[in-house]
């Protein structure tokens, strides 16, 4: 029995396994966090491109864009990330024809779920 007990111990089978076991589910949750963070960081991005495009065309495609209702559809046009519906706001301010935008991005780990609010704001002169 000694022999036998001595054996198991000194045995390396299915340690590869356990490695695994162990390593597998931190390597999924980086992934997919990384994952999460990147079209987060892609919906920021579309949503500052659109408002500056639309400050732009605002300021200088003046029949493009010639009221705040063809802004904001020229925004909407532009906005290339994820389809969350980000409201788009015009108003004519100190530094120009401004443009902003925010959307609500919620990121779901499995056990919670948080809300992340985004805006992006240009202005043209």
Known sequence: MRNLVKSLRASE???TVVEFAIVAPVF?????GALTLCLGLFLIGS?????EEAARCASVKTTVCADPATTIAYARNHYYGPDLSPSFAYAIA?????VSAAV???????FKTFVIP????ACFP
């Open 28 to 32: 999924v949750a980086l992934l997919v």
């Open 47 to 51: 949503l500052h491109y659109a408002v």
């Open 104 to 110: 609500s991005y919620s990121m779901n780990i499995g």
């Open 118 to 121: 985004m805006s992006a704001t």
């Open 13 to 15: 089978a299915g340690t």
């Open 94 to 98: 100190e530094c120009g024809k401004s």
